[in-house]
């Protein structure tokens, strides 16, 4: 079975650019999480999705960062204008059940490294 | 308040001996998983081993064992017989299934294990 998929591994840009993530699901996850991981700490959830609605927003600075996952499949994260706060990796993560299943386990992609210069 | 504390920024064992990383949380939800995920040098988080609140039997998977101690709050990760390959960052993880919390995952800032031959 194949895993969260997520491009680019690795971006370099300057600040005040604009970037974007792609993030693909494992097969028939209903819920989507994109994560921040700032280097030396945990990562720190920035969105998820239930299908194609949001359902957690709350930690994503909406004034730069936007996401969306049109067709409740695959996904994409937005940057813009980056800041250098935002070098961190950014990670996509997908898991099967409903939210209120206690047994809900998340599968991990291999994150993308951003650097803001 | 700190949700998730792991107290150890790093650990060192022998090859095929046993360590154990410490993991602390809190929550007033009686419904939650605890998660312990490893990140190797290239990024990937790996899931390891998962407890549920209600189970009453420690979760073992392979090598790895979660000494769950519930009254204590604790899910210390046990890893028997290291090997090199385990040298990695290790994070543990709350997933609370109440209120507004809608199954997200909180990490703690992880451990280093290093492991010497």
């Known amino acids: 079975e194949a895993g969260v998929a997520q491009s680019p591994r690795y971006k370099i840009i300057e600040k005040r650019q604009s970037v974007a993530f792609w993030c693909n699901p494992i097969?028939?996850?209903?819920?989507l999480y994109w994560y921040q991981q700032i280097l030396g700490q945990g990562p720190k959830l920035l969105i998820q999705?239930?299908?194609?609605?949001?359902?957690?927003d709350s930690q994503l600075p909406k004034d730069r960062f936007s996401a969306e996952r049109l067709k409740g499949v695959d996904s994409t994260l937005k940057i813009q204008p980056a800041k250098l706060e935002d070098s961190a990796v950014y990670l996509c993560?997908?898991?099967?059940?409903?939210?209120?299943?206690?047994?809900?386990?998340?599968?991990f992609g291999p994150g993308t490294r951003l650097t803001v210069l | 308040a700190q949700k998730i504390t792991q107290t150890q920024p790093g650990m060192f064992v022998q090859e095929k001996e046993a360590v154990t990383l410490d993991c602390t949380y809190d929550?007033?939800?009686?419904?939650?998983?605890l998660f312990w995920y490893k990140q190797p040098s290239s990024g990937e988080m790996i899931f390891l081993i998962y407890?549920?609140?209600?189970?009453?039997q420690n979760a073992t998977e392979g090598r790895y064992s979660l000494n769950f101690q519930k009254a204590r709050k604790s899910a210390n990760l046990v890893i028997s017989a290291s090997q090199l390959g385990d040298s990695a960052m290790y994070f543990c993880?709350?997933?609370?299934?109440?209120?507004?919390?809608?199954?997200?995952?909180?990490f703690g800032q992880g451990t280093i294990l290093t492991v010497h031959p």
């Open positions: 929550t007033s939800d009686p419904s939650y998983g």
């Open positions: 407890q549920g609140s209600y189970d009453q």
């Open positions: 097969s028939g996850h209903a819920t």
């Open positions: 993560a997908s898991s099967l059940e409903p939210l209120w299943g206690s047994t809900d386990t998340q599968y």
């Open positions: 999705f239930q299908n194609n609605g949001v359902v957690d």
């Open positions: 993880a709350m997933r609370e299934t109440g209120g507004t919390s809608y199954g997200k995952l909180t």
